[in-house]
C-alpha cells in the first residue's frame, strides 16, 4: 500500500497531488509548483522494499503523466457481498477487489453509503443507504478514479 503525504503530512489524494503540479507541455509534463514538497510512504507486508518515507517531489522538478499515474493504482471490485439487501438499507456490505486502500466511500445508485472504512488494500466495508427497490450500480471513490460495478448492489 502507498500513499503520499505533502510537507505538512496530509494526506493526498490524486487529484490533491495535481494540484500541487502545473503543466507544462501538451504530453502532461507537469512541473511542481514553488514550495511544494511531497513525500511517500511505503507500507509493505515483506519483500525488498522496507517501510519508511522519503521524499518524492522537489520545487522545480518535472513529472510525466504516468509517473503521477504510476503513484495511484487503478483499483477494481471483483465482488459486492451481500449483493441483495432491504430497501430500508442498513446492510453493512463488502466490497472485494484490488488497490481499494485509496477508497474514499461508495454510492449505491449514486445515494452515499455510510460508515465507511478500508479493511485492507483488497477490501473496504459500508453500510448500505436506503432506496426504493431495484437494482443500482455500487461504485467505489478511489483516488486512481471512480470503479464502478453495475448491477452490483439489488434493494429487495
Excluded: H
Excluded at 19 to 31: M, S
Excluded at 74 to 99: E, K, L, R
Amino acid at each position: 500500500m502507498t500513499s503520499l503525504r505533502d510537507g505538512s503530512g496530509n494526506t493526498l489524494n490524486k487529484t490533491e497531488l495535481l494540484a500541487l503540479l502545473t503543466e507544462q507541455t501538451q504530453e502532461k509534463v507537469y512541473k511542481v509548483n514553488d514550495g511544494a514538497v511531497v513525500n511517500q510512504v511505503f507500507t509493505f507486508d515483506g519483500g525488498e522494499f522496507e517501510a519508511g518515507e522519503k521524499t518524492l517531489l522537489y520545487p522545480g522538478q518535472e513529472v510525466t503523466q504516468s509517473f503521477v499515474d504510476g503513484l495511484f493504482k487503478t483499483a477494481t471490485i471483483a465482488t459486492v457481498s451481500p449483493a441483495t439487501g432491504p430497501a430500508a438499507g442498513g446492510t453493512v456490505v463488502t466490497v472485494t477487489g484490488t488497490n481499494l486502500a485509496g477508497s474514499e466511500g461508495v454510492t449505491f445508485g449514486g445515494t452515499a453509503g455510510t460508515a465507511f472504512k478500508v479493511i485492507s488494500n483488497t477490501q473496504v466495508q459500508v453500510t448500505a443507504p436506503a432506496k426504493t427497490a431495484g437494482t443500482y450500480n455500487v461504485v467505489v471513490k478511489d483516488d486512481s478514479g471512480d470503479i464502478t460495478k453495475t448491477n452490483g448492489y439489488v434493494y429487495t
